[in-house]
């Protein structure tokens, strides 16, 4: 069964990424997000969850040293857990794992964000150069991205 890591920051990210949830059942999945009160519930519901620090830039001297400390977590994960392919919505947390999934040859899918219409989200530019499968939820972002494939809505 293949393995599956499911990425994403918590809030709205997550909200899409857990939309995804029938395909948590088909393999044996990962969930990972920052640790938050409002997604601890996630670990009663799903078989594998992961918390990494939580961090926000707008506070950019302790973003700095969160996400620092997430790059490593991150790659620790990915070498716990072997992933056969990373999964995610975005944003920050995730970037990081897409290109240690990448630097161990493992597929990479992103799903730019339903809240961006005409503009690249900066995770999007990031990881758009290094994903085997990108996808928008906004057919006018084939524009923006021109190998992307329009999937229509998570919700």
């Known amino acids: 069964m293949k393995k599956v890591?499911?990425?994403s920051s918590t809030g709205g990210h997550l909200s899409e990424l857990l939309e995804l949830n029938d395909l948590f059942k088909l393999y044996d999945s990962i969930i990972v997000?920052?640790?938050?009160k409002s997604n601890l519930y996630l670990k009663d519901k799903y078989k594998k969850v992961y918390y990494l620090v939580y961090g926000t830039k707008s506070h950019l001297f302790t973003y700095l040293f969160k996400f620092t400390f997430n790059v490593f977590k991150s790659l620790y994960l990915f070498l716990k857990e072997r992933p056969d392919v990373v999964v995610t919505t975005g944003a920050h947390t995730a970037v990081?794992?897409?290109y240690?999934?990448?630097l161990f040859r493992k597929k990479v899918i992103f799903i730019e964000t339903l809240a961006n219409r005409n503009t690249k989200t900066l995770s999007g530019k990031l990881v758009y150069p290094i994903a085997d499968y990108f996808l928008v939820q906004w057919e006018s972002m084939l524009e923006l991205y021109p190998k992307a494939i329009y999937m229509g809505f998570i919700f």
Do not use: Q, W, Y
């Open 5 to 7: 890591m499911f990425i």
């Open 33 to 36: 997000t920052e640790k938050t």
């Open 96 to 98: 990081s794992m897409c």
């Open 100 to 102: 240690i999934a990448k």
